[in-house]
């Protein structure tokens, strides 16, 4: 009988050390470190470490790890993740088609510049047309990572995976963390250090994801950063609140609710406003703030969260490890069957060979029909190519036609464009073929695309135009973005 209870609670052991966790939340100024154990469905917080960032970020990461190793709650055992904030990444907004997303790497490549110098992984968000999807791709400097994993490997630890902030919320607001009305149209406000997200939520579902980078003076008091925040999002919010509700008539918003980790929000924040919008702190459910050993509340939320992600290789993760582990697999299992396959065809390219010599000296008696028929085969391939030769000839007349037949009047396009542009707005490339015009430039980037999406809402409103489609991204320069934006001229 004590055999008996000896091996169950081994095994209960082995249980518990699989799902021990070890999350490393990788700030802007600061590293957090939480270990996290699941026991009969609770999670129970080991220990919260911080270390400031006062040199560079490998020295203070290689501190953390080192006073990690030390401690005397640390679970070996523990799956190593980390959470990472935007500062450290690169992201980018794009809308694909159905053949874009098949092709999504090629697509990729096309749209960003440099990207063999990232490592990239890639999630979906919720998009602005129904035949499209929005694709939210995070990139990481390669530099960047080999120097973050180094530390991991040279204190003997595996980093795992790695994910952002917008993949940890994501997660909490699936599983329903957030105590709100899911019938209501409501906003929240997640305020980060480096970051604004904003989130339009209805019915369970995530409508709208926009962002903003911000700046935060450490040097002010709290309640000045926090009126310093408000005041410098305050049009960011507004435009994309209107711009959503433009859409969706039938709908209204009041509340906006707010989560941060570096702004204090307190029962005050019910007496601030932005615009006409009342804010309020976004109600989390109390069972999350029952760790008495969490000292940054919000910053654990994220980190509990990346505790409970899906761990497959098909899941987000900018530690290309997995990917790696999988192409591996899938390159051995092509390279065996290669080999089989070059096996078998060796095998019957032999009986072909002898079929084909005792084929050949039957061919030798009948010579001269052989010849013959090779002449009338070698006419009927000039004759092919002539036709074919022909053909193109014919359909790029047919185009060409077609193209000059549908021009337009570009006296009367261009007065419309340069009526609804700001000064910000520059064009580089403007296309016109048959109904569809294209244009890509540049704008600023100030007030989360503020200029551009005024733009954007001016050309939707415009009634000679149709069917506009639009990408944005970042990386044109300082405060600047880079737009393409694609429309239709209606028929008269």
């Known amino acids: 009988m004590d055999q008996l209870k000896t091996r169950i609670l081994s095994f209960r052991n082995k249980i518990n050390n699989q799902s021990a966790s070890l999350v490393i939340y990788l700030r802007l100024n600061d590293i957090v470190a939480y270990q996290m154990t699941e026991n009969n469905q609770t999670v129970n917080v080991a220990f919260e470490l911080i270390q400031s960032i006062d040199d560079t970020l490998i020295s203070a990461l290689d501190s953390l790890l080192k006073t990690l190793l030390g401690h005397k709650l640390f679970n070996p055992k523990a799956q190593v993740m980390m959470v990472i904030d935007d500062h450290y990444l690169t992201m980018h907004r794009f809308h694909f088609s159905k053949s874009q997303v098949l092709n999504l790497h090629e697509s990729l490549d096309i749209e960003i510049d440099q990207l063999s110098d990232y490592f990239y992984a890639v999630s979906f968000g919720p998009s602005d047309y129904p035949d499209l999807e929005m694709v939210l791709a995070y990139l990481i400097k390669k530099s960047t990572l080999i120097g973050i994993e180094s530390v991991f490997e040279n204190n003997k630890l595996r980093l795992t995976s790695m994910v952002s902030r917008y993949h940890g919320f994501q997660f909490l607001f699936n599983n329903n963390v957030f105590d709100i009305e899911p019938k209501q149209t409501a906003v929240i406000l997640d305020i980060s250090q480096t970051r604004v997200r904003l989130y339009v939520i209805l019915n369970n579902q995530i409508k709208v994801y926009r962002r903003m980078i911000i700046r935060i003076d450490e040097n002010q008091s709290k309640l000045k950063v926090l009126d310093s925040v408000l005041d410098s999002i305050s049009d960011f919010v507004e435009s994309s609140i209107d711009s959503y509700l433009n859409k969706f008539t039938n709908q209204s918003i009041e509340t906006i609710y707010c989560i941060s980790d570096v702004v204090i929000l307190d029962t005050n924040l019910k007496k601030r406003k932005i615009k006409r919008f009342k804010l309020d702190l976004l109600p989390v459910k109390d069972s999350f703030f029952s760790f008495d050993i969490v000292e940054r509340k919000v910053t654990f939320l994220f980190a ?35 080999i089989m396959l070059l096996l078998f065809s060796g095998f019957y390219v032999y009986k072909y060979k002898i079929l084909k010599d005792q084929y050949d000296s039957f061919l030798n008696n009948r010579s001269q029909q052989v010849k013959s028929n090779a002449q009338k085969r070698r006419e009927m391939v000039e004759l092919r190519n002539r036709i074919q030769q022909q053909q193109k000839i ?99």
């Open 304 to 338: 509990y969260a990346k505790h409970f992600m899906d761990r497959s290789f098909r899941s987000f993760n900018l530690i290309p490890i997995q990917t790696r582990f999988e192409r591996r697999v899938i390159k051995y299992t092509i390279t065996i069957f290669l």
């Open 394 to 492: 014919i359909d790029f007349s047919d185009l060409t036609t077609k193209v000059f037949n549908s021009a337009v009047n570009i006296d009367d396009l261009l007065y419309q464009l340069v009526s609804i542009t700001t000064p910000d707005m520059s064009f580089k490339v403007l296309q016109i073929r048959g109904e569809r015009v294209d244009i890509s430039g540049t704008s600023s980037s100030v007030n989360g695309n503020y200029s551009f999406y005024i733009f954007l809402q001016k050309l939707e409103n415009f009634p000679n135009f149709d069917r506009v489609r639009y990408n944005l991204g970042m990386g044109a320069g300082a405060n600047r973005a880079t737009f393409y934006v694609e429309f239709y001229l209606k028929k008269k």
